[in-house]
């Protein structure tokens, strides 16, 4: 299932294909965002912003179109004028003089007014996204001590949107392996030197995982490119120590570290 930089890269490509771009055609398939089409027409898309795995498109007029993929749902970029052969159903088309970005199968569709994303149940729910640049080191740390979250177990903690949105499985594995902890503990058990750690991975590895992974690093030298250091490697050695790396469940979602240094 894609996490924050999976859907981060989406949304840039769909921003790239039709922001600042006057829209010539707007569809949607729910009855309830029917008034919205010709309202929209004319109308730019300004930016596209995501919480998590939700994606809010920003349009001119000030109305904002959240949407939540949630398993199945998926955007593509098509030419203007294009409907590809899919036995997906369309939820929603936006199209420009050159482009247009569909959506298929989602559920979760509604258009919002500035009032109405302040008041959203799931955006209210949800942490600050790892991918906010403004997100700092100290304010992961202030979260992680925080009363709300500093007892629960980090196997559990990392997957939970209320806590850093934008986290999933495989940043949850390669974060604590850069931190290395074990997925037991709890950010009350920690020193001050383990927190800095653990803050620090909850940003710097979603950020690489966005920047550079799927790059090859043609010269293979510094310049860090992401790769998985513990996630989908169960047997092999630990890159860090040589240890073999073992493969759990936990939170009901396959699980990987060495036991040899992550205590």
């Given at each position: ?15 790239h ?7 010539t ?5 729910f ?9 929209l ?18 349009f ?6 959240y949407?939540?993929?949630q398993?199945y ?25 050159d482009?247009?970005v ?7 569709i ?20 790892v991918?906010?640049m403004?997100?700092t ?7 992680l ?7 629960r177990?980090?196997s559990?903690l ?10 999933g ?6 974060i604590l ?10 950010a009350?058990?920690?020193t ?6 653990l ?5 710097a590895i979603?950020?690489?995982?966005y920047?550079?992974?799927g790059q090859v690093?043609?010269?293979?030298h510094?310049g ?17 120590c ?9 939170s009901?979602r396959?699980f ?7 205590k």
């Amino acid at each position: 299932m894609p996490e924050g930089p999976e859907i981060r890269r989406a949304a840039d490509k769909l921003e790239h294909a039709v922001a600042g771009k006057p829209l010539t055609h707007v569809w949607f398939a729910f009855p309830e965002l029917k008034g919205y089409e010709a309202a929209l027409v004319g109308e730019r898309v300004t930016r596209l912003e995501t919480r998590g795995k939700a994606l809010l498109t920003h349009f001119s007029n000030g109305l904002t179109l959240y949407s939540h993929n949630q398993l199945y749902g998926v955007w593509r970029v098509v030419k203007a004028g294009e409907s590809p052969q899919t036995t997906r159903s369309l939820r929603v088309r936006l199209e420009t003089e050159d482009a247009a970005v569909l959506l298929y199968s989602a559920s979760e569709i509604a258009m919002l007014d500035a009032n109405g994303v302040a008041s959203h149940a799931f955006l209210q729910r949800v942490g600050p996204d790892v991918l906010d640049m403004t997100l700092t080191v100290e304010d992961v740390k202030a979260r992680l001590i925080s009363p709300r979250f500093c007892r629960r177990q980090f196997s559990g903690l990392l997957l939970d949107q209320a806590f850093l949105a934008g986290l999933g499985n495989y940043l949850r594995v390669e974060i604590l392996w850069q931190a290395q902890l074990a997925p037991r503990h709890k950010a009350v058990e920690l020193t001050e030197p383990q927190l800095e750690e653990l803050a620090q991975a909850c940003l710097a590895i979603p950020r690489l995982s966005y920047q550079t992974r799927g790059q090859v690093d043609e010269n293979k030298h510094h310049g860090a490119l992401f790769r998985f250091e513990v996630f989908h490697r169960a047997g092999k050695p630990c890159r860090r120590c040589g240890a073999p790396v073992e493969k759990t469940t936990l939170s009901s979602r396959p699980f990987y570290w060495c036991p040899g240094c992550q205590k």
